[in-house]
């Protein structure tokens, strides 16, 4: 090497150790933190604090769900799976019953998507949270390292559209919380499937600026949409069990709806002795499902009589009902007018298609199954409907500590009562779902239509068109998954579950402590065939082909069917078991009954409380006659339906009690008996000085029925102050602030 080119080496060496000397000693500097990052964002470089929060944040991301029917729950846990699959991101999904104020606190993405219940309430596993919330102070550190985003779910047909969503919104900003993107309140009387992908563009878009990363993270779609590759239903993470069966269930005394045979173990437990090395384990609950809570711990009762109160109508399964229930139940405390939970049956024939297309025939829906983990395959028993090698997971031997498992449901129990109680077979599920439905079909061209229906391009126009036909999962399958070969271990898992129905409690435990009567008004009317479905289906290149046939029986007319109302007012006969839990209702008697106004206003299925109420009245006076309290209370009845030689439900009791000074007075609207129609807020204007007087002396005012009815009797009452020269447009909302106004509403 020559002595010029050593110089220059030697400078050059000492100019490098210079400079690594003084940035050591200027690591702190400002000017040179500013041209470190530039040269960072120029070279496309993260810097270490960028690196450290974008660990933290994907750390701490949690999402709450407030459900009361199971819709917010299911975001969650579609959000949960994006962000896993988008950002590789471990999202926590947690039920806001089981909420933590320490783990609140910490750092972290707080996602919350929240439905609004009943009238503008919180659902009631988001109560306890809500009430927290409350009676924090407005300087409380809980929320002050919250990012959050909100998500709500509510309907316009509503007065109170999305009440908790905002009302949340309002306790984060003034709790110092940082909002990531902007919130969402979804509307389940338009399309609110479309409102959450709506949210989670805004949410994923600032989620992305939030942890420095590049827009082009996220895919145009989420998964791939074109592969066309069978799907192996074992590698699906959701289909975690396998399933052992066991002997047949005999039907009790020969009824034919399934119920399990004696000595058939209680929901969410096994009795007897310890199972042998042979047997499944028996595996923990281990469940967030809102509907699991119920399926694992609720009632039995049995039925005692089941009769249509509908006087000079045929009593056919196509004609209108409104049935009475009488139910027997043991060990259970109750009050007029609670609420009577019930997990309704799919109706037979639901059930016998899905068999079908299980592969699965009478006998075999007989057959007891066991949930048991998949981490071992073995062969399962000869003759098991569906024996494969790939269907029922058996372990070979017993883990010595399994682990946790979400159980879906409690078993064993046969494969049509699986089916019946536990499983939503008429509802199209959300694209999720549908998506991995996918590893049934086995034919490539319905792979290729199933994946183009449900592309970002095209789901929105597609379950609009099925939204707008009131199209079944059946028809669907039919129509879009014909070839398809159902497997019932994936299906068991991977179906949505039966989400249990409300009724309001008709009787009060003064006349009988060990009975609840209900009353259950059949949903059912015709509604256009799916020829308009389909020319919408082909319009958009989304109609498969399908036979002459086929397109016959589906151009056929239609009848919608709520399965719930169908179930217990066509299905349910007497000595059935009915799976039910009970709930306390708004519909409470003020402190002194003896002295307090009442004003009842009801239509249609909407006078059941107060039938429940007149059963009260009736003891209450009793007990003050004997007592020696005079009543100075006026009570009040208004009541309304169509005619008054057909649906006028309870016309006896309602006559007794007005006879007998238990209600002063009843009046009522019967709006097809005459021309010009009648309804019960025209009967309230016209008494309106009895009931300006009542209320203004304190009376309590209780509503019952469909929203509509709802709304237009609070916007009647409402206008009460203006006969009388008040300016006071909020009345009905001083007077529910003051618990005087009470709603229940469907």
């Known amino acids: 090497m020559n002595p010029r080119a050593s110089r220059l080496l030697l400078q050059g060496s000492l100019f490098c150790a210079c400079a690594v000397f003084l940035a050591w000693k200027g690591r702190h500097s400002p000017l040179l933190g500013k041209v470190t990052n530039i040269l960072r964002r120029i070279l496309g470089l993260k810097s270490e604090r960028s690196i450290e929060e974008n660990d933290q944040i994907r750390d701490n991301v949690k999402i709450y769900f407030g459900s009361q029917g199971g819709t917010a729950e299911q975001f969650s846990k579609e959000l949960s799976t994006n962000l896993r699959d988008i950002f590789k991101i471990k999202a926590e999904v947690i039920d806001l019953e089981y909420f933590k104020k320490e783990e609140i606190s910490k750092f972290g993405v707080r996602i919350f998507i929240v439905a609004t219940y009943g009238d503008g309430e919180p659902t009631d596993n988001a109560c306890a949270f809500f009430k927290w919330l409350k009676s924090l102070s407005d300087d409380n550190g809980y929320f002050r390292n919250t990012l959050y985003s909100i998500m709500g779910l509510g309907s316009k047909q509503y007065k109170h559209f999305n009440k908790v969503a905002k009302k949340l919104a309002n306790y984060l900003a003034k709790f110092k919380a940082r909002q990531i993107s902007e919130n969402v309140f979804g509307d389940d009387d338009d399309n609110i499937y479309q ?103 609720h009632h039995r009762g049995r039925v005692i009589s089941n009769e249509n109160l509908l006087k000079n109508v045929n009593d056919s399964a196509d004609d209108d009902k409104v049935n009475r229930i009488v139910i027997a139940v043991e060990k259970v405390s109750f009050k007029a007018a609670d609420t009577f939970v019930v997990l309704a049956k799919n109706p037979r024939r639901v059930t016998s298609w899905w068999l079908k297309r299980l592969g699965l025939d009478d006998t075999d829906g007989k057959k007891r199954f066991t949930f048991v983990p998949r981490n071992v395959m073995e062969k399962p028993p000869t003759g098991s409907p569906q024996s494969s090698s790939n269907l029922n997971a058996l372990p070979s031997s017993r883990p ?109 435990p003064k006349e009988a402590e060990d009975t609840i009567s209900l009353t259950v008004k059949k949903k059912q009317y015709p509604i256009h065939s799916l020829r308009k479905a389909l020319k919408g289906f082909k319009s958009n290149d989304m109609l498969p082909p399908i036979s002459e046939q086929k397109l016959r029986e589906l151009c056929s007319r239609r009848w919608f069917k709520g399965a719930s109302s169908f179930y217990l007012t066509e299905e349910l006969s007497p000595n059935d078991s009915v799976k039910f839990n009970l709930k306390s209702s708004k519909f409470c008697f003020p402190p002194y009954l003896e002295s307090t106004n009442i004003i009842m206003i009801a239509t249609g299925t909407g006078i059941a409380p107060f039938k429940a109420f007149i059963t009260e009245f009736k003891h209450f006076d009793q007990m003050c006659v004997q007592n020696g309290i005079a009543k100075r209370a006026k009570r009040i009845l208004f009541f309304g339906c169509r005619k008054r030689e057909i649906d006028f439900l309870y016309e006896r009791e309602i006559a007794d009690a007005e006879q007998g000074k238990h209600i002063d007075q009843v009046f009522l609207a019967f709006s097809r008996d005459q021309h010009e129609k009648v309804y019960v807020q025209d009967l309230i204007l016209e008494r309106k000085d009895l009931v300006w007087s009542l209320i203004q002396k304190g009376a309590y005012v209780y509503v019952c029925g469909n929203s509509n009815m709802s709304r237009d009797v609070n916007k009647t009452i409402n206008s009460l102050p203006m006969h009388y020269k008040q300016n006071n447009k909020k009345f009905t909302k001083k007077l529910k602030k003051e618990g005087r106004y009470v709603e229940e509403m469907w």
Not at 246 to 252: D, L, R
Not at 256 to 263: D, H, L, P, V
Not at 463 to 471: H, P, Q, R, T, V
């Open 195 to 297: 409102d959450f992908e709506i949210w989670k563009k805004k949410f994923f878009k600032e989620l992305v600026k939030l942890l420095h990363l590049k827009e082009d993270i996220i895919p145009v779609h989420i998964v791939a949409e074109n592969a066309v590759e069978l799907v192996d239903w074992t590698a699906l993470p959701e289909v975690n069990l396998g399933i052992q069966y066991g002997e047949e269930v005999v039907a009790v005394g020969g009824a034919a709806n399934g119920e399990a045979a004696k000595g058939e173990a209680a929901d969410g437990a096994v009795g007897g002795a310890p199972p042998g090395e042979n047997e499944p384990t028996i595996l923990p609950h281990q469940t967030t499902d809102i509907t699991g809570k119920f399926f694992f711990n």
């Open 400 to 508: 010595q500590d399994p682990p946790p498992v979400c159980v879906p449901f409690p078993t064993p129990c046969s494969v049509e009562d699986a089916l019946a109680y536990y499983c939503d077979l008429t509802t199209i599920p959300r694209v999720n779902i549908l998506k991995k439905f996918k590893c049934f079909i086995k034919d490539v061209e319905e792979r290729k239509m199933f994946n183009h229906i449900l592309s970002n391009k095209q789901r929105s126009t597609f379950f609009n068109i099925c939204k707008e036909a009131d199209m079944t999962f059946i028809e669907f399958v039919d129509i879009f998954m014909a070839k398809a070969e159902f497997e019932l271990t994936p299906f068991l898992q991977l179906i949505p579950r039966n989400v249990p129905k409300s009724y309001t409690i008709s009787s009060s």
